[in-house]
């Protein structure tokens, strides 16, 4: 009820004399309507109505606004009858020819409307299309007032886009209302007619869609006017870009049509009518990419043609336009303008230009859609050879169109970089030899006054040699100038100077140190100079830059003699990480260029200023904002191959990243473990380093929660051990072991967390100080050797303790070896625990593998009589040991197998897995290649034997045999497949 009064209210001041009044109740209204929880009580859904539609023609235009949009909500929340009388209202406001601000009001409360119903359900959306479609058509149709049919063009065009599935009624007499107004006198209302076509064209039925293309392609060949041929090219273009895929068939009348009026010298002065010839092939490539192929040479050849096309500009030489710089300088503030006046060769007539883009963009929907074309694009003997001719067109003088061409440039270079990314191309081969003509024509662009073209010819250089390093080495000399120039110039903006900064630093990582060397001189001033910018992004990226300008001054094994610029460099970016005012990202920078700057000159400076380096890197270590970027920084630093000092330091920082490794962000704990195993690589064997502080907070990393930290806890403690085995052996027995062995449990584990340790293990029985080859082997055993009360081991957990074993066995002493290998054979011909038994199959299967044990008694009758057991996983495990134990004395036991699978038919299946898996082992390296391959002779006849067994699960392991051993033989395989696979069986 409180509801009812307080629309009731709001009724009331709809009505007041005062605007202020009308306008804060139409606006609490609208806030209302938008809340889900809003109910309209129906006795005062009427009057509410009346209201707003009175208010449409209220004087005040913001009222006016308030009730449009307060109509549009209430859309949905009325009954269907009110909905349906809003929208009569709408309608016939529109529909009046007498008051254009209430017909103009009305067309925005009728789009408001339509942009509130949804599709779905159909009842409102339905009521919407019943009350509407048939007074629009008849008034497109009969009204003779352009605005008033114009406006229901407008709507009709909302409608179909929104609700074109509802309209098929009335689909045959919208098309006709529409396709009548192609010919009007009015430009604005052929324009909506084809868009109206457009949208119309999407939910049509095929043979409506055929009398569509019908009726529209007979205007087009009836017109004589340019404006409505114009009109009709345009209808083409619209069609095909929203049902480019339904064009295919009528391609053999619409292609030639456009090429004709391209070609006619009678309309050869309209180039508006050019412009939109082309617009259509570019959106008929774009749309129909495949139906389109006929005529692709002649339409490229028409772009060709045209992309020239410039009837105002003397010279035909279109390499020749070097002076075109100052003709330009006037149009850089003013780019979008098409009237713009660019110099003597031109006047604001001069449409020639839209020409030539359209021309441009068409070439680049050939290069996007049609990358099995690229080498002929190459080709300048090609009749389409597009990359010679756009080359030539970088002396375009219309700087809009200039910055097309480079960017149909960038769109082949990007094609020619994804084809070869999956195929042997050419194309990329032609790329690379056309580089110096390309070079050539792009340093002439890169010497203009023109902010916007150099700009442009960055991002072109940038894709070059993103898709083909290297490929500029030759050309450095004829680039830098181009680059010093950008960087240098006054008449420079902050964009253009962020893309030379950003050219030079892919540059300089994608091409050879020497290449830069006698460059430096000239280069390292203006970057050194952005360093020191006031923007905040040319600091930054000037600091990359110098990041790759540090590695180019000092590259292995070089004589080049970096002391010059070695200074310079430490008081630019030293006056950046010492700053406090600046930008996270200049912070950041200038932490991971001080990081390489030590890393490689740090032999350079003073003791007194790389203590001060090593302060404030310290510094930044402890502020919470820097301290990742200065993990790494300083983890460059500890790789170094100088071996930088840093026992002013050493101690705190092992300490602070030591705590990092207790914090919640995994970023920082990953750079600082692998920060923390370089620092004890390089330093770990001066006195009192604090391992017992670091292993201490390493020790809870070692979990399956994380296994990427857990491998890089594990290899860190492998470093520990290696460098300093006598005081980090006891600390790693004492806070890592009871770690692994709960790790070990986890059926998580795997790939580089279970190598790493695999690592520790064989460290730690390699260096048997503190921990015996026993007490490992019983830890391990311990794991599955369970009281009743315990949980069961994960089956997957067993391959991982089984690689513990046969690790610390393979390097233990040969009778603690041999005193293994027999304890396992003896227990799994008794009755034993079957995961225990399970355990000690795949333990003899990973240590054959690494050793020899074909001198082993009854290792092979051990194994066998598994595979009689009566549970399928012992028997898996049993011909995984046999396998695994023919990879590590192939000259015993590979005969043995190959004898057996013959012998054994039930065994079979189990036999043929243990033939894969020495094939899959063998396979994984080069060796073992060359180990399998003498024994083809003798594995290939009985792959091909059991090709045609019954059984399907054998089918299936001789043909991942055979699959494998294609992979590695392919010259001996191969044919012989090729050959049985014309077999009928």
Same mark, same amino acid.
């Given at each position: 009820?409180?509801?009812?009064?307080?629309?009731?209210?709001?009724?009331?001041?709809?009505?007041?004399?005062?605007?202020?009044?009308?306008?804060?109740?139409?606006?609490?209204?609208?806030?209302?309507?938008?809340?889900?929880?809003?109910?309209?009580?129906?006795?005062?859904?009427?009057?509410?109505?009346?209201?707003?539609?009175?208010?449409?023609?209220?004087?005040?235009?913001?009222?006016?606004?308030?009730?449009?949009?307060?109509?549009?909500?209430?859309?949905?929340?009325?009954?269907?009858?009110?909905?349906?009388?809003?929208?009569?209202?709408?309608?016939?406001?529109?529909?009046?020819?007498?008051?254009?601000?209430?017909?103009?009001?009305?067309?925005?409360?009728?789009?408001?409307?339509?942009?509130?119903?949804?599709?779905?359900?159909?009842?409102?959306?339905?009521?919407?299309?019943?009350?509407?479609?048939?007074?629009?058509?008849?008034?497109?149709?009969?009204?003779?007032?352009?605005?008033?049919?114009?406006?229901?063009?407008?709507?009709?065009?909302?409608?179909?886009?929104?609700?074109?599935?509802?309209?098929?009624?009335?689909?045959?007499?919208?098309?006709?209302?529409?396709?009548?107004?192609?010919?009007?006198?009015?430009?604005?209302?052929?324009?909506?007619?084809?868009?109206?076509?457009?949208?119309?064209?999407?939910?049509?039925?095929?043979?409506?869609?055929?009398?569509?293309?019908?009726?529209?392609?007979?205007?087009?060949?009836?017109?004589?006017?340019?404006?409505?041929?114009?009109?009709?090219?345009?209808?083409?273009?619209?069609?095909?870009?929203?049902?480019?895929?339904?064009?295919?068939?009528?391609?053999?009348?619409?292609?030639?049509?456009?090429?004709?009026?391209?070609?006619?010298?009678?309309?050869?002065?309209?180039?508006?009518?050019?412009?939109?010839?082309?617009?259509?092939?570019?959106?008929?490539?774009?749309?129909?990419?495949?139906?389109?192929?006929?005529?692709?040479?002649?339409?490229?050849?028409?772009?060709?043609?045209?992309?020239?096309?410039?009837?105002?500009?003397?010279?035909?030489?279109?390499?020749?336009?070097?002076?075109?710089?100052?003709?330009?300088?006037?149009?850089?503030?003013?780019?979008?303008?098409?009237?713009?006046?660019?110099?003597?060769?031109?006047?604001?007539?001069?449409?020639?230009?839209?020409?030539?883009?359209?021309?441009?963009?068409?070439?680049?929907?050939?290069?996007?859609?049609?990358?099995?074309?690229?080498?002929?694009?190459?080709?300048?003997?090609?009749?389409?050879?597009?990359?010679?001719?756009?080359?030539?067109?970088?002396?375009?003088?219309?700087?809009?169109?200039?910055?097309?061409?480079?960017?149909?440039?960038?769109?082949?270079?990007?094609?020619?970089?994804?084809?070869?990314?999956?195929?042997?191309?050419?194309?990329?081969?032609?790329?690379?030899?056309?580089?110096?003509?390309?070079?050539?024509?792009?340093?002439?662009?890169?010497?203009?006054?023109?902010?916007?073209?150099?700009?442009?010819?960055?991002?072109?250089?940038?894709?070059?040699?993103?898709?083909?390093?290297?490929?500029?080495?030759?050309?450095?000399?004829?680039?830098?100038?181009?680059?010093?120039?950008?960087?240098?110039?006054?008449?420079?903006?902050?964009?253009?100077?962020?893309?030379?900064?950003?050219?030079?630093?892919?540059?300089?990582?994608?091409?050879?140190?020497?290449?830069?060397?006698?460059?430096?001189?000239?280069?390292?001033?203006?970057?050194?100079?952005?360093?020191?910018?006031?923007?905040?992004?040319?600091?930054?990226?000037?600091?990359?830059?110098?990041?790759?300008?540090?590695?180019?001054?000092?590259?292995?094994?070089?004589?080049?003699?970096?002391?010059?610029?070695?200074?310079?460099?430490?008081?630019?970016?030293?006056?950046?990480?010492?700053?406090?005012?600046?930008?996270?990202?200049?912070?950041?920078?200038?932490?991971?260029?001080?990081?390489?700057?030590?890393?490689?000159?740090?032999?350079?400076?003073?003791?007194?200023?790389?203590?001060?380096?090593?302060?404030?890197?310290?510094?930044?270590?402890?502020?919470?904002?820097?301290?990742?970027?200065?993990?790494?920084?300083?983890?460059?630093?500890?790789?170094?191959?100088?071996?930088?000092?840093?026992?002013?330091?050493?101690?705190?920082?092992?300490?602070?990243?030591?705590?990092?490794?207790?914090?919640?962000?995994?970023?920082?704990?990953?750079?600082?473990?692998?920060?923390?195993?370089?620092?004890?690589?390089?330093?770990?064997?001066?006195?009192?380093?604090?391992?017992? @502080?670091?292993?201490? *907070?390493? %020790? #809870? +990393? =070692?979990?399956?929660?994380? $296994?990427?930290? &857990?491998?890089?806890? /594990? !290899?860190?403690?492998?470093?520990?051990?290696? @460098?300093?085995?006598? *005081?980090? %052996? #006891? +600390? =790693?027995?004492?806070?890592? $072991?009871?770690? &692994?062995?709960?790790? /070990? !449990?986890?059926?998580?584990?795997?790939?580089?967390?279970?190598?790493?340790?695999? %690592?520790?293990?064989?460290?730690?029985?390699?260096?048997?100080?503190?921990?015996?080859?026993?007490?490992?082997?019983?830890?391990?055993?311990?794991?599955?050797?369970?009281?009743?009360?315990?949980?069961?081991?994960?089956?997957?957990?067993?391959?991982?303790?089984?690689?513990?074993?046969?690790?610390?066995?393979?390097?233990?002493?040969?009778?603690?070896?041999?005193?293994?290998?027999?304890?396992?054979?003896?227990?799994?011909?008794?009755?034993?625990?079957?995961?225990?038994?399970?355990?000690?199959?795949?333990?003899?299967?990973?240590?054959?593998?690494?050793?020899?044990?074909?001198?082993?008694?009854?290792?092979?009758?051990?194994?066998?009589?598994?595979?009689?057991?009566?549970?399928?996983?012992?028997?898996?495990?049993?011909?995984?040991?046999?396998?695994?134990?023919?990879?590590?004395?192939?000259?015993?036991?590979?005969?043995?197998?190959?004898?057996?699978?013959?012998?054994?038919?039930?065994?079979?299946?189990?036999?043929?897995?243990?033939?894969?898996?020495?094939?899959?082992?063998?396979?994984?390296?080069?060796?073992?290649?060359?180990?399998?391959?003498?024994?083809?002779?003798?594995?290939?006849?009985?792959?091909?034997?059991?090709?045609?067994?019954?059984?399907?699960?054998?089918?299936?392991?001789?043909?991942?045999?055979?699959?494998?051993?294609?992979?590695?033989?392919?010259?001996?395989?191969?044919?012989?497949?090729?050959?049985?696979?014309?077999?009928?069986?």
């Amino acid at each position: 009820m409180s509801a009812a009064i307080n629309i009731n209210s709001t009724i009331e001041k709809m009505s007041n004399p005062d605007k202020d009044f009308r306008f804060m109740a139409t606006h609490d209204l609208a806030q209302e309507l938008a809340k889900e929880a809003f109910r309209l009580d129906p006795n005062a859904e009427p009057k509410l109505v009346t209201q707003l539609l009175k208010l449409l023609e209220d004087p005040s235009n913001n009222v006016q606004e308030n009730a449009v949009n307060c109509l549009g909500l209430l859309i949905r929340r009325v009954r269907e009858n009110t909905a349906g009388d809003i929208v009569d209202t709408l309608c016939t406001h529109m529909l009046n020819d007498k008051k254009d601000e209430l017909r103009d009001i009305s067309n925005i409360g009728l789009k408001t409307v339509i942009r509130q119903v949804p599709y779905d359900p159909p009842a409102l959306s339905s009521l919407l299309v019943k009350r509407l479609t048939s007074r629009l058509i008849t008034a497109v149709t009969t009204n003779e007032k352009p605005e008033v049919k114009m406006c229901c063009l407008d709507i009709l065009n909302d409608m179909l886009v929104k609700f074109g599935g509802h309209m098929i009624a009335d689909h045959e007499k919208i098309m006709r209302a529409v396709l009548a107004q192609l010919t009007s006198g009015r430009p604005a209302t052929r324009k909506r007619a084809i868009t109206c076509l457009g949208y119309l064209a999407v939910s049509l039925p095929d043979p409506l869609f055929a009398e569509l293309m019908t009726g529209v392609l007979g205007l087009t060949g009836q017109a004589r006017k340019s404006d409505h041929i114009r009109t009709l090219v345009q209808a083409l273009t619209a069609i095909s870009r929203s049902v480019g895929f339904r064009l295919g068939k009528y391609f053999p009348e619409i292609v030639p049509l456009i090429v004709g009026y391209c070609e006619d010298k009678k309309l050869e002065s309209d180039d508006e009518l050019r412009e939109n010839c082309l617009q259509a092939f570019e959106s008929l490539i774009l749309r129909s990419s495949k139906d389109v192929t006929p005529y692709l040479p002649q339409i490229i050849t028409l772009c060709l043609k045209f992309i020239r096309y410039d009837p105002n500009y003397a010279s035909e030489d279109d390499d020749g336009d070097e002076g075109m710089g100052d003709a330009e300088e006037d149009e850089e503030g003013d780019a979008e303008d098409e009237g713009e006046d660019e110099g003597d060769i031109s006047d604001d007539d001069d449409m020639s230009w839209k020409v030539r883009r359209s021309a441009t963009k068409c070439l680049s929907a050939v290069i996007v859609t049609r990358p099995d074309l690229l080498p002929e694009l190459y080709d300048p003997n090609s009749q389409i050879a597009i990359a010679p001719t756009l080359i030539a067109r970088f002396s375009e003088r219309e700087e809009n169109v200039k910055l097309d061409v480079f960017s149909t440039f960038v769109d082949l270079i990007k094609q020619t970089g994804l084809v070869a990314k999956r195929t042997t191309s050419r194309a990329a081969t032609s790329l690379r030899d056309i580089t110096p003509k390309l070079v050539q024509s792009v340093t002439k662009q890169l010497k203009e006054r023109s902010v916007k073209t150099r700009v442009g010819a960055f991002a072109l250089l940038k894709e070059l040699v993103s898709v083909l390093p290297g490929v500029l080495a030759p050309h450095i000399s004829a680039l830098v100038p181009g680059i010093v120039y950008s960087l240098g110039d006054k008449n420079s903006n902050s964009n253009l100077k962020i893309e030379a900064l950003t050219f030079l630093r892919q540059l300089m990582s994608t091409h050879p140190e020497d290449a830069f060397h006698k460059h430096v001189s000239t280069l390292s001033t203006p970057v050194l100079k952005a360093v020191g910018d006031h923007y905040y992004r040319i600091s930054a990226e000037g600091l990359r830059v110098c990041l790759e300008l540090i590695r180019v001054i000092r590259p292995a094994g070089s004589s080049f003699d970096s002391r010059p610029y070695v200074d310079p460099l430490y008081q630019a970016i030293l006056s950046q990480l010492q700053a406090q005012d600046l930008d996270q990202e200049v912070k950041e920078a200038a932490i991971a260029c001080v990081g390489s700057l030590v890393a490689t000159l740090g032999d350079a400076p003073t003791p007194d200023v790389l203590s001060k380096i090593l302060a404030l890197l310290l510094d930044r270590l402890r502020n919470e904002i820097t301290r990742v970027t200065a993990v790494r920084a300083l983890d460059k630093i500890a790789a170094s191959p100088l071996h930088i000092d840093l026992s002013s330091a050493l101690n705190d920082y092992t300490r602070e990243l030591a705590g990092f490794l207790r914090k919640s962000n995994r970023q920082l704990r990953q750079a600082s473990l692998h920060c923390l195993d370089n620092l004890i690589k390089g330093y770990g064997t001066t006195s009192q380093f604090p391992y017992s @502080v670091i292993l201490t *907070e390493v %020790a #809870p +990393l =070692i979990t399956d929660a994380d $296994l990427h930290i &857990t491998h890089l806890a /594990l !290899r860190l403690c492998v470093t520990s051990l290696q @460098v300093a085995h006598q *005081e980090t %052996a #006891p +600390l =790693i027995a004492e806070k890592i $072991l009871p770690q &692994t062995t709960a790790l /070990l !449990r986890s059926s998580l584990l795997q790939g580089l967390a279970l190598e790493s340790l695999l %690592a520790l293990y064989t460290e730690l029985i390699q260096r048997q100080t503190v921990v015996s080859f026993e007490q490992l082997l019983d830890g391990l055993l311990s794991l599955v050797k369970r009281k009743p009360s315990d949980p069961p081991v994960a089956k997957q957990s067993l391959g991982s303790i089984a690689q513990c074993i046969a690790v610390i066995s393979a390097r233990a002493q040969l009778a603690q070896r041999q005193t293994v290998v027999s304890l396992f054979v003896r227990d799994i011909q008794n009755p034993i625990d079957d995961t225990v038994k399970w355990l000690y199959l795949l333990g003899l299967g990973e240590i054959g593998r690494r050793v020899d044990l074909s001198n082993v008694d009854q290792l092979r009758v051990a194994v066998l009589s598994a595979m009689d057991l009566p549970s399928e996983e012992l028997k898996q495990a049993a011909s995984f040991a046999l396998g695994n134990i023919a990879v590590g004395s192939m000259e015993s036991y590979l005969p043995f197998v190959l004898s057996e699978i013959n012998a054994r038919p039930k065994q079979q299946y189990l036999l043929l897995h243990s033939l894969r898996e020495i094939i899959v082992r063998q396979s994984t390296s080069p060796q073992g290649v060359q180990v399998l391959q003498p024994y083809l002779g003798q594995i290939l006849p009985i792959l091909f034997q059991h090709c045609e067994t019954e059984e399907e699960g054998t089918r299936n392991v001789v043909a991942e045999c055979l699959g494998k051993l294609a992979l590695v033989c392919p010259q001996e395989l191969l044919p012989r497949l090729k050959e049985r696979a014309k077999s009928p069986s």
